[in-house]
């Protein structure tokens, strides 16, 4: 079974500084998806960026990038200059590749605030 | 583009009764997943459905049942309430063969 560890509950940022969420995972399946999703308090998922498990390259989204280690099974985000609407909820999540197995496993969430 | 559109957004129900969530897919999307969100945790899993069949399910009682219908759209049913059924319950849905998933806001159901 796959699980997502997202061991930092609270994190804390001054606007305008880079900031490192950290996600490790665990599989056995060669074939997956790594996603980071924000969730503010409204609740909905905002999808940020994902990384497939053959990517040879980090994926970047804007401001978001994803540190891809795979030989450590990590896919830390890294969020540049941030700002204050960049507080939220993040989540970690990945998927398996075989078409039967579409659902997504999320870790626990980091909950991100950026200070003035 | 409407995005997902989930109804209603909040429910207060009492124990043992039954309720239907509704949701509607972004246009072009064929697959329906639902998750259940409990407080201060991350989403689980609770089914997945394409072409009107439920395809994968997560570790749910049958309690929690669900539908798809021609149009896509789909509701999750859960019956007999239990307080342990309060939660956050996200609608995603996808394209069959591509990677994105797009949420819904959730309907925050509050079983008394």
């Known amino acids: 079974a796959q699980k997502i560890t997202q061991t930092q509950p609270g994190m804390f940022v001054q606007e305008k500084e880079a900031v490192t969420l950290d996600c490790t995972y665990d599989?056995?399946?060669?074939?997956?998806?790594l996603f980071w999703y924000k969730q503010p308090s409204s609740g909905e998922m905002i999808f940020l960026i994902y990384?497939?498990?053959?990517?040879?390259q980090n994926a970047t989204e804007g401001r978001y990038s994803l540190n891809f280690q795979k030989a450590r099974k990590s896919a830390n985000l890294v969020i540049s200059a941030s700002q204050l609407g960049d507080s939220a909820m993040y989540f970690c999540a990945m998927r398996l590749m075989d078409t039967g197995r579409r659902a997504l496993t999320f870790g626990s969430g980091t909950r991100l605030q950026v200070q003035p | 583009d409407a995005g997902v559109t989930q109804s209603p957004t909040h429910l207060i129900k009492t124990r043992g009764q039954q309720v239907t969530l509704r949701c509607s897919p972004k246009?072009?999307?064929?697959?329906v997943s639902w998750y259940q969100q409990a407080l201060g945790q991350g989403p689980q899993f609770i089914f997945q459905?394409?072409?009107?069949?439920?395809?994968q399910r997560g570790n749910f009682p049958d309690r929690f049942s669900g539908h798809q219908f021609p149009n896509y759209s789909s509701e999750l049913n859960v019956n007999a309430l239990l307080l342990g059924d309060s939660a956050l319950y996200l609608c995603a849905s996808s394209l069959t063969g591509g990677h994105g998933y797009t949420f819904g806001s959730g309907t925050r159901l509050t079983v008394v």
């Open positions: 246009s072009g999307h064929d697959t």
């Open positions: 459905y394409y072409e009107e069949e439920e395809r």
């Open positions: 990384q497939g498990s053959y990517d040879q």
């Open positions: 599989t056995s399946d060669p074939s997956y998806g």
